[in-house]
């Protein structure tokens, strides 16, 4: 059964970091490009980063762009989001979805991030 | 950035009809549009990709159609567990944009 856990999210304040983790389970991690996404409290859905398998391809959306760098350990089966200078905006429940190689068919449960002084 | 534009944002409905949902991109995705389900509190489901494939587990009464700019998710005979938000993404390109939602109510 696949299983995508994340977790580290908490409360940070403006301009802090947060590290995010993603650990997958139940298929072969190494065989899969990643993205995380994230939904503002009563929003909609914004798509944030995507990694491909080797991490050789990456890409972020502009909002996040040179604040947030995306990662994988592939031996530990783990994805990861380095999240700084964090934004009130940046508050958000992030998932990680197991892509193929854009069409995301499996999602974690999801951790809150709350950006708040 | 390629918009991608839902329509209704809501929608009451009553068990057993038959309910579409609309999706249009502000360029040309060929057949990049893919449908996710989600209810409160929980993660996405992915539902339909791309445009018209029916990913493994999701009732048949779902279906999704169109190429292009324009896309339908349809729902055949609504069940008291579909009542949740609908989004589109298109995966063409990045970023992987979503629609805003259609949030289907019971009527």
């Known amino acids: 059964e696949v299983q995508l856990v994340e977790s580290g999210g908490g409360l940070v304040q403006p301009g802090g970091s947060l590290r995010l983790s993603c650990a997958a389970s139940?298929?072969?991690?190494?065989?899969?490009?990643m993205n995380w996404v994230r939904q503002a409290p009563g929003k909609g859905l914004e798509w944030v980063s995507y990694?491909?398998?080797?991490?050789?391809?990456?890409y972020y959306a502009d909002s996040v762009k040179g604040r947030f760098t995306i990662s994988r350990d592939n031996v530990k089966n783990s994805l990861y989001l380095q999240m700084n200078s964090l934004r009130d905006e940046d508050t958000a429940v992030y998932y990680c979805?197991?892509?193929?190689?854009?069409?995301?068919?499996?999602w974690g449960q999801g951790t809150l991030v709350t950006v708040s002084s | 950035d390629i918009q991608m534009t839902q329509s209704p944002s809501s929608l009451s409905a009553s068990v057993g009809d038959r309910v579409t949902i609309t999706c249009r991109a502000s360029?040309?995705?060929?057949?990049?549009l893919n449908w996710y389900q989600q209810k409160p509190g929980k993660a996405p489901n992915l539902l339909i990709y791309?445009?018209?494939s029916l990913q493994s587990g999701v009732p048949s009464r779902f279906s999704g159609s169109g190429s292009g700019t324009d896309f339908t998710l349809t729902i055949s005979s609504l069940q008291p567990e579909d009542f949740a938000t609908y989004y589109c993404?298109?995966?063409?390109?990045?970023?992987?944009?979503f629609g805003q939602g259609t949030k289907l109510e019971i009527k």
């Open positions: 360029q040309s995705i060929s057949n990049y």
């Open positions: 979805a197991r892509a193929t190689p854009s069409i995301m068919g499996y």
């Open positions: 993404q298109q995966s063409y390109s990045t970023p992987y944009t």
């Open positions: 139940g298929f072969t991690f190494s065989s899969y490009s």
């Open positions: 990694i491909s398998s080797s991490s050789s391809i990456i």
């Open positions: 791309p445009a018209s």
